[in-house]
Each structure stands twice: as C-alpha cells, then as structure tokens.
C-alpha cells in the first residue's frame, strides 16, 4: 500500500465542516502530520534506491578522459644566442567496461531486492499503525472527556448529600459525623476533578502529537454501539491470515531473506572477476622552435578481458563472512520472536473483543442495577434506616458502573482495530465504519461542553 493510496482511501472520509471533528478528520490530519509517519516513508524510499544502485554494478560503465599540456621554454646556444621552443600535448580517450562475472554484485542486487521488500512492508506496517495510534489518542480524549463529566457529576451529586446532611444536622435529625462523611466524600471528589481536567489536557495533547491540531471537541459515540462478533469466529483463523498477511511478519520474513544474501555477497570477495574493456585513444604532440615546427598525431583502440584474481585480503573476508553468517541467525531469531509476538497479539485481540462484548452488555445492566440500588438506598435514608455513608457509596458505585461502561466501548473499538492490524487486513475503510458509530450533532456536543465547564 502506497502513501498516495492511503491519502486518497482517507480523505473519503472528510466530512462537511461542524463543530466537533471526527476521526476520520483527524486521522488525515495525522497522515500530513504525524512525523513517525513521515519519517517511515522517507526511509521506504531511501531503501527502494539501493536496488537502482546495486544493478548499476552489473550494467556497463563509460567514462572519458582528456588532458591538455603546454610547455614553453628558452635555451642559449654557442654565440650567446637565444632559442625559445615551445610543446602542446593533447590527449584524449574514452573507455568502457562491462562486467562479465562478479558473483558479488549479483548477489547485492538481490539482497537489495529483498531489503527493499522488507521497507515495502515495514511502511505498510507503519500504515497500520497509525490508524491504531490514531484511533487510540482520540479515544483516549473521550474517555477523559467522559471520566471528567462523570466526576463532576459525582461532585454535583455529593454537594447534594452534603447539604442535605447539613441540613438534617440542624434539625437534629442526624449526627454530626454524617456531615464530615458528606463533606470528606465531598472534598476526595474536588482533588479528583482537578485530576480528571489535568488527565484531559494531557490526553488532548497527546492527540496533538500526532496531528499536529489541538482538537476542543471531537465526536462522541452514539448511544447504540453495535456489538459483533470477529468473523471468522475462530482464533486460529485470525491467527492463520496474521501468518501469511501480517506485515511486521512479512518484513522479518524479507530481513532473513536479505541477511542470507549478504553472506553469499562477502564469501564472494574470495571468488575472481571478469570484466571486458574497450578502449579509443587520440593524442598529438606538437613542437615550435626557431628553426622548425613538429606534430606528431596518434590514435588507437583497444578491446580486451580483465581478471582479477584475490589471493589473501588479511582475513578480511573470511571475517566478514563469519559476520554476515551471524546477522544471519540474528535475523532468524527475530524471525521467530516477531512470529511468536504476532500469534500472541492476534489471539489476545480476538480474546479482547468478545470478553469486552460481554463487559459492555454487563456494564449495562451494572448501570441499571446501581439506579435502583441507589434509589432505594436515598429512600431508606430519607426513613432512617441508611446512613449517609450507604448514599454515598451506593452513589460512587453508580458512577464508577457509568465509567466502566464508556471505558469498554474505547476498548472494544481499539481490540477490533488490534486485531486487524496484526491480521495484517486494516484498512483505511475500517476506520470509515468506526466513524460511522460517531455522533457529531451540535446540540450533543454543546451538552459535553458544558459539562467540560
């Protein structure tokens, strides 16, 4: 996959101009901008010209040469007399020569294949996990957006309880220590306020890393968020299209492919080359004197074969022979701790996405559970048969059901992108269909505005 193709596939997602950007939005800002991304790119490149320059070793190579000299001079003769002469030297030549055999540029214009298919996927990998890294910094923004409106929900919540408890205090109604109680509960929540605003400030700027644009607001999740299945709803399938699509994979596949070429590219400085050399040459000599003038012109062509043989280097190659065999088994063994880690991801995505299927459908009935559970705990309160404490802490538990529930749809979306991407099938069009699960009405954001202040 291509740079351009990606930029083409993203921009398809750009929607008309409101008030809150959405992720698709976002991630073509991170295609101009991210830098990891651009930096990966520049490398794809770089690397893809090393095969132009490795099968300039095998294709003929012309070069010319021409030189110019002049000499003027005096010499004095018997009867003191003076003899001034002068030289011009003209030369020049054209030579070409073509490799016949020389196993080491062979061999270097294959291993430079392979390195450049190894770039190939490492860009495609880098393709990927942007849109991961995208997706999870703007996730991450919602859900301190969310963690701070539920806390000072929570906040608003507790002044409640504490006034009420104040109030019932007065009337003798209720002990002195259900207002500390109140107020502890009330001043734990205010530090984590202060948290929560600090989270979502760090979190923005995390986004902006990547982007380069410091979002206010960006899209929410509508309130229906569909729950499905991996298909192929099998582990081993997912983890059977990692092996063979995977890029992270692909590219180690291509490093050991490289780093076994490289041993036969230094074992070949032991081995002789032939080379066939042609040659044209013109040159004229010329010579003024006194008493007479002289050139002398010559011109000649030559066509022949060159060998040349090693015979001792110092142990130069056999020593980097040794070497090339050592980043050989190097390669193999990241091989196979790339191989490992890409089953292990695959399987623990798969994992991840149904466990948090099932979280999510249990948050909500945690959510429906703590209602009640908090209603009849005021009730009770209210009789005298609950204290304060039971209020608040069937409050906190209300709310900590509320966060877990906004927290394992982030984490749903993020395994589902996981798992594609060590699949090796992510794709611009995937995250079109997240976008979609985005809401970005004004009124629905102004409400998370005003929770913000």
Request: with cysteine.
């Amino acid at each position: 996959m291509k740079k351009l193709a990606y930029c083409l596939l993203g921009l398809l997602g750009i929607s008309t101009l409101t008030s809150a950007a959405d992720l698709m939005e976002v991630y073509n800002q991170a295609l101009q901008s991210d830098p990891k991304f651009q930096s990966a790119y520049a490398d794809y490149l770089a690397t893809k010209e090393n095969v132009a320059i490795s099968r300039a070793g095998l294709l003929p190579s012309i070069s010319g040469q021409a030189n110019l000299k002049g000499v003027r001079g005096s010499a004095i003769t018997e009867g003191s007399s003076s003899v001034t002469n002068s030289y011009q030297y003209q030369d020049y030549s054209i030579t070409l020569n073509q490799p016949i055999f020389n196993f080491a540029n062979w061999t270097k214009l294959k291993g430079a294949s392979a390195t450049a298919k190894q770039a190939q996927a490492t860009y495609d990998a880098y393709a990927q996990d942007l849109m991961v890294r995208v997706s999870q910094a703007y996730f991450k923004v919602l859900e301190a957006e969310d963690n701070l409106r539920f806390t000072r929900a929570e906040k608003l919540a507790t002044a409640k309880q504490l006034d009420q408890a104040k109030q019932r205090y007065k009337v003798g109604l209720d002990a002195i220590t259900s207002v500390y109680d109140a107020q502890a509960s009330y001043d734990v929540i205010v530090a984590q306020e202060i948290a929560a605003q600090n989270d979502l400030v760090n979190r923005r700027e995390e986004l902006r890393e990547i982007t380069g644009v410091f979002h206010e607001n960006l899209a929410s999740l509508k309130n229906q968020l569909p729950l499905v299945t991996p298909q192929p709803a099998n582990a081993e399938a997912w983890v059977d299209t990692a092996k063979k699509q995977n890029f992270t994979l692909s590219a180690a596949r291509f490093a050991v492919d490289a780093a076994k070429l490289n041993i036969k590219t230094n074992f070949a400085g032991h081995l002789p080359t032939l080379n066939a050399t042609a040659s044209y040459s013109e040159n004229s000599q010329s010579k003024n004197n006194a008493f007479e003038g002289l050139r002398i012109d010559n011109s000649g062509s030559s066509v022949g074969l060159q060998l040349n043989v090693p015979l001792f280097t110092g142990g130069a190659v056999a020593a980097q022979t040794r070497q090339a065999q050592y980043g050989y088994q190097k390669s193999l063994a990241d091989l196979e701790n790339t191989y490992r880690n890409t089953l292990d991801l695959t399987r623990q995505a798969y994992n991840s996405i149904n466990a948090y299927i099932s979280k999510i459908k249990a948050d909500k009935q945690a959510i429906i559970s703590n209602e009640s559970s908090l209603r009849s705990t005021e009730a009770a309160f209210k009789v005298g048969t609950r204290t304060i404490v039971d209020v608040l802490l069937a409050q906190k538990n209300l709310f900590y059901a509320q966060r877990s529930y906004a927290s394992d749809q982030y984490q749903y979306i993020n395994s589902i992108l996981a798992l594609k991407r060590a699949a090796g099938t992510l794709s611009p069009g995937d995250l079109q269909e997240i976008n979609s699960w985005l809401k970005r009405d004004i009124a629905a954001n102004n409400v998370r505005e005003s929770a913000r202040r």
